[in-house]
């Protein structure tokens, strides 16, 4: 069974409600294009904005080298990754 991130299970959920309502006659299917075009576009800029907050606050930590905040350093470090493997996908979709 392939592994999906959370925010891909939700975005594939809302995905389908919306092309759902374009099957139903609801909505139409460029309107239901249009609502994931504006949805994919939001998700980016909320994570670029994680990113560059995570890697400017690592670089401080960083630069203090304060061992008592090593594990939150590792929790950036993991924010990181994870937030650039999410931009790519949406790059991809």
Do not use: W
């Amino acid at each position: 069974m392939p592994v999906t991130s959370p925010s891909a299970k939700g975005r594939n959920s809302g995905l389908q409600q919306t092309f759902g309502q374009a099957r139903e006659g609801r909505v139409s299917c460029s309107q239901a294009m249009a609502v994931d075009a504006h949805t994919v576009k939001q998700q980016r800029a909320i994570l670029t904005i994680l990113l560059a907050t995570c890697q400017r606050a690592l670089e401080a930590f960083q630069a203090a080298d304060n061992v008592a905040d090593e594990s939150f350093v590792d929790d950036l470090e993991r924010i990181i990754a994870r937030t650039k493997t999410e931009l790519d996908a949406l790059r991809e979709a």
